[in-house]
C-alpha cells in the first residue's frame, strides 16, 4: 500500500517514516508534503492509495485536502494525524471522507497496524467490487452485442417481424438509427504474413472487441449514430445513416466514412482493411439486396487482396468481368491443348500467364475465378487418366478440390494452390505418358489438334516430312494402331468428353469431332465406348437429348 505523508513539521514526517518502516510488509511511504496543495500535485502523478495528513497547515489545510481528494480522487483514501482534540475537527474530517481522526499523542505501534490494516481492507473490498462490477458490465455488454448482432442478422434475412419492429429495437438498444437512409457498409480484415508483428492486439477476443468499439466510436463522431458487429470472423457489419448534406453527396459522406473507419482502424490497431459499400436504397425490405450487394464489392477487394473502398456497380463490374473472362479463354484452350499434347512445361507456363492476366485485371469475381481454375485442373487430371495414372494417386488430387478452391479466401493462394495441383498432376503425366520417336510425337500432336478437319495420312506424313510408307509403318510401331484408328480413338474420346459436360444433340457432337454422318457416328461410339451417346449422356447425368 502506497502511502503520503501530509505534514508541515518535517520531524513529524521523518517519526511517521520511521514508525512504518518498523512494520514492514507491504506499507510503503512513496512520498511528503508539506501542505494540502504539495499534495494534490504530488497525487496527480504517483500511484497513491492512502494519504496520512495532518489538519492544520499553511495554505491548503488537512480538511480541505481530503475534501479535494474525495471530489478528484475518490479511490485514494485519508487518515486524519491531528494534534488538536476537537469534536468538531473530527466530525468534519469524517464528513469530508476520512476514514480514521486520530491524535498523534495517542498513537502507538500496534494502534497504527490496526488503522493501516483496516485500510487496507477497505481497498481491497473496493477492487473486489469494482471487479465483480466491471465483469458484470462485460458481461450484460456481450449480451447486449449478441442481440443485437441476432436482430440485425434477422433483419438482413428480410425477416418481415424484424422490419415491423425495428423503431422498438433502435428504442431498446440505445441505437439512433432511423429508418430513412439507413445504409450498409460490409468490412473485411486484410490478413498479410507478415503483418503479424503489425498487429497491437494479437488476442483474437481482444482484437474483436477492439474493432467493435473502434469502429462505433468512428460512426458516432462521423454521424452522431450507427453501431457495428462481427458477422463472422473478420467480416463486420456496419449500419449508418447517410443524407446528401451541403455540397456532398450520400455517396461522397458514405466514402469519408468508410474512409475514417479504414484510416482509425490502421491508426488504433495496425490493421488493414476492405470495405464493400451497397447501392442506397429507401426501405428495410431493401437490406437482403444490401448485404448481397456490399458482400458481393467487399469479396472482390479482398480477394485480390486490395486495401480499398469498393462501391457496387453491378454494369460497369460485369461488363468488365466479361471482358477479362473472354480474355483468359485462348489461354485455357492453349492450356487444354498443351496437356492433351504431353507438354506439360509448356502447359504450366500458359497458366503463368493466364493467372497474370487475372492478377493485373483484376475484374473477375471470385467465384468464375475458381470455376475456371477446377477447369483446368479437371482437364489436366482427365488427360492422366488417359495415361493409365493409376485411379488411386488422381483421387488424393480430386478428394475434396472443389472445397479446397472455395476456401481459398484471396486470390494469391488460390493460384498458389492451382499452380502447386497443376504441377503434381504434371508430374504424373511426365511419368506415365509413352514416349514416340519425334515424327510420330508431332504426327499425335497434329492430330489432336486437327482432329475434326478432314486430314489423312498423305496430309500427315507431308507434315513430318517422311515418305508415306515408311511413315505409316513407323506410327503402327510406335504407337500400336495404324493412323485411321488413332484419329478414330482421338475423336471418341473428345466425343465423351463433350457428352459429360454439355447437353447437345448427338448430330451435333458428331459434327464437332469430325464425322459428317450421325449414324455412322453412334456405331463408331458404341463400338468405343460399349455404350451408345444417349446411353452415355444418362450415366454422366446429362440428359436425353437427340
Avoid at 238 to 248: D, E, I, Q, R, T
Avoid at 309 to 327: C, N, P
Avoid at 416 to 428: A, C, F, G, I, P
Wanted: net charge negative; charged share 25%; proline share 3%.
Amino acid at each position: 500500500m502506497n502511502i503520503l505523508i501530509v505534514d508541515d513539521e518535517r520531524i513529524i514526517r521523518e517519526w511517521f517514516r520511521m514508525t512504518v518502516d518498523k512494520l514492514g510488509g507491504e506499507y510503503c511511504i512513496i512520498g511528503e508534503a508539506s501542505n494540502g496543495e504539495e499534495a494534490l500535485a504530488f497525487c496527480a502523478i504517483h500511484p497513491v492509495n492512502l494519504v496520512v495528513t495532518d489538519v492544520k497547515m499553511p495554505g491548503m489545510d488537512g480538511l480541505a485536502l481530503i475534501k479535494r481528494l474525495k471530489e478528484e480522487q475518490p479511490g485514494i483514501r485519508s487518515v486524519i494525524f491531528s494534534s488538536y482534540n476537537e469534536f468538531h475537527f473530527a466530525v468534519e474530517a469524517l464528513k469530508f471522507g476520512a476514514s480514521e481522526y486520530v491524535l498523534k499523542a495517542e498513537i502507538t505501534q500496534t494502534g497504527l497496524t490496526e488503522i493501516l490494516e483496516k485500510v487496507r481492507r477497505d481497498l481491497e473490498l473496493e477492487r473486489n467490487r469494482t471487479m465483480e462490477v466491471n465483469s458484470l458490465r462485460h458481461v450484460l455488454n456481450q449480451n447486449e452485442q449478441a442481440l443485437r448482432a441476432a436482430y440485425f442478422k434477422e433483419l438482413l434475412m428480410g425477416s418481415g417481424q424484424a422490419v415491423m419492429q425495428f423503431g422498438e429495437k433502435m428504442e431498446f438498444f440505445r441505437i439512433g438509427l432511423a429508418e430513412k437512409n439507413l445504409t450498409l457498409l460490409i468490412l473485411g480484415l486484410i490478413r498479410r504474413p507478415d503483418q503479424e508483428g503489425q498487429l497491437k492486439i494479437v488476442d483474437p477476443i481482444l482484437l474483436q472487441h477492439a474493432v467493435i468499439n473502434v469502429l462505433n466510436e468512428t460512426l458516432m463522431n462521423e454521424t452522431g449514430s450507427g453501431c457495428s458487429f462481427m458477422y463472422e470472423p473478420d467480416v463486420y457489419l456496419l449500419f449508418v445513416n447517410v443524407s446528401a448534406s451541403g455540397m456532398k453527396s450520400q455517396r461522397e459522406l458514405l466514402l469519408l466514412v468508410a474512409s475514417r473507419v479504414s484510416e482509425n482502424l490502421k491508426r488504433f490497431l495496425g490493421i488493414d482493411t476492405a470495405i464493400g459499400i451497397s447501392m442506397p436504397y429507401g426501405r428495410l425490405s431493401f437490406l437482403p439486396k444490401q448485404f448481397d450487394e456490399a458482400m458481393e464489392a467487399l469479396d472482390r477487394n479482398r480477394f485480390y487482396g486490395d486495401r480499398g473502398i469498393a462501391y457496387y456497380q453491378a454494369d460497369t463490374r460485369l461488363e468488365q468481368g466479361e471482358k477479362t473472362i473472354a480474355s483468359l479463354k485462348p489461354h485455357a484452350d492453349a492450356f487444354a491443348n498443351w496437356i492433351e499434347d504431353n507438354q506439360t512445361g509448356e502447359a504450366l507456363a500458359e497458366f503463368e500467364r493466364l493467372q497474370r492476366v487475372v492478377e493485373i485485371e483484376k475484374a473477375v469475381s471470385p467465384n468464375p475465378i475458381r470455376t475456371l481454375f477446377l477447369e483446368l485442373i479437371y482437364k489436366a487430371v482427365n488427360q492422366a487418366r488417359r495415361l493409365h495414372v493409376p485411379e488411386d494417386k488422381l483421387d488424393k488430387v480430386l478428394g475434396e478440390t472443389a472445397g479446397q478452391a472455395m476456401n481459398k479466401k484471396t486470390y494469391p493462394e488460390l493460384a498458389d494452390w492451382t499452380r502447386e495441383q497443376l504441377r503434381e498432376v504434371s508430374e504424373m503425366i511426365e511419368a506415365h505418358r509413352v514416349r514416340y520417336a519425334e515424327p510420330v510425337e508431332l504426327a499425335c500432336q497434329y492430330i489432336r489438334h486437327n482432329y475434326a478437319e478432314d486430314i489423312s495420312l498423305k496430309e500427315i506424313s507431308g507434315h513430318v516430312h517422311l515418305n508415306r510408307t515408311y511413315f505409316s509403318e513407323l506410327f503402327k510401331k510406335e504407337t500400336g494402331l495404324n493412323f485411321n484408328e488413332y484419329l478414330m480413338r482421338v475423336r471418341m474420346e473428345r466425343a465423351k468428353e463433350i457428352l459429360g459436360q454439355r447437353q447437345m444433340r448427338v448430330s451435333d457432337v458428331a459434327a464437332e469431332v469430325g464425322y459428317a454422318n450421325a449414324s455412322y457416328f453412334i456405331k463408331l461410339f458404341k463400338k468405343h465406348a460399349g455404350v451408345s451417346p444417349y446411353e452415355f449422356m444418362e450415366m454422366q447425368g446429362g440428359g436425353r437429348t437427340r
